[in-house]
């Protein structure tokens, strides 16, 4: 699977023990930041979903020190559907149910142990494409396009 990654200052030393341990066995595309000097976490959250939303990646992961700022920025831009997970069944539910394109994680809330658990649960999962799925994120969508025209 093609995945972007991206974190701020507070994310960095997680996204790269993540990249190193998923690298072998996914294409990762690191948008940054690569050094600890403070850094805003909206810049890398839009880094992250334009990449997914162009297409150059299926999903993206995202952190930041509680993973609160870095979800509500990707969830402002259209076809970003990014989910903060600090727990397994969210991170698969959020993809089966909701068609989730981009985990987010807080740094400062979870230890790197759970926060692999976390990445393969969420790279695993698939959306079901149930009826009552599809139907909950048209509305979603809708709402986002009444959001843009007013």
Known sequence: MKLVMGSDHAGLSLKNDLLA??????????????????????????KVGDAVVSGKAERGII????????????????????????????????????NLNVLVLGARVIGTATAHELVKTFLAARFSGEERHLRRLAKIDQMEADA???
């Open 21 to 46: 341990a998923f690298a072998g066995s996914h294409e990762i595309t690191d948008v940054g930041t690569y050094t600890p000097d403070a850094v805003d976490y909206p810049d890398f959250a839009k």
């Open 63 to 98: 952190i930041c020190g509680s993973g609160v700022g870095a979800s509500v920025a990707a969830n402002k831009m259209i076809g970003i559907r990014a989910g903060l997970c600090h727990d397994t069944y969210s991170a698969h539910q959020g993809v089966e149910h909701d």
């Open 148 to 150: 843009h025209k007013a």
